[in-house]
Structures are given as C-alpha cells and as structure tokens.
C-alpha cells in the first residue's frame, strides 16, 4: 500500500523562484530513492481561519506564503529506507547539502508527517 510524507511551510514570497529551485534539487534525490510521486504547491486560494488555518500552522508572516507539498511512496518499507538514508545524503549529495542548497524558508517552522492512506480515488 502506498504511504505519503506531508509537508506545511510558510516560505518568504520574495524567494519564490528560490524555493522552487530548492525544491527540485531536493525532491529529485527523493525520487532517486524510490518515491513515485512529489508535489510542491504555492498558496494561491487560502483563507485566514476563525479558530485555525494553514497560517498559524506554520506561524507564517505578512510576508511569507504557505506551501503544501506531499511525497509519494510505493510502500512505507520504500519510505523508511530512503529516510534512514537522508542524514549521509545531506552530507554527501549537493542537492540535499544544506551549504550547496540552502533552505529559502525556516525550517523550524515546518510541519511534517507519515501519512497511510485510507481513501483513493483517481490515478
């Protein structure tokens, strides 16, 4: 059964493009280690909320623009491996090194998680 890691990030709109290039270095590592499927998705139709939203998920500033991004994974097997593999890539592979591709948002403020899927519908 597939397994799906979620993300929410508030990312400064003035890096846009930044992110964006961070983002396809970084997710195409994930790729070489198995994951199907990456989805990277910029704020476009969010609503402030009246109890909680995306916004004050990620404590995101007048200035920053939430994004939502999933990774696709045949198996959760598929994906503990290519975890358990992340530390030594971001030493050793330019696109996950954090001093050749830099954060453009703070990562503090990120929200992940592990996620099985109990409904699909679609490709």
Sequence with gaps: MTYVDGFVLAVPKANKEKFIKHAQQGDSVFMDQGATRIVE????????GKQT?????????????????????P????????????????????????????????GMRMIYGGFTPVVTLGD
Excluded: Y
Excluded at 41 to 48: E, F, G, H, L, R
């Design 41 to 48: 998705c910029w704020q476009d139709d969010v609503s402030p």
């Design 75 to 106: 198996d959760k097997a598929t994906r503990d491996k290519a975890m358990s593999k992340i530390e030594d890539l971001m030493k050793s592979d330019p696109r996950m090194n954090p001093e050749t591709n830099p954060m453009p948002f703070d």
């Design 53 to 73: 939203d995306f916004f004050r998920s990620v404590d995101a500033k007048e200035d920053e623009a939430v994004v939502f991004s999933w990774i696709e994974w």
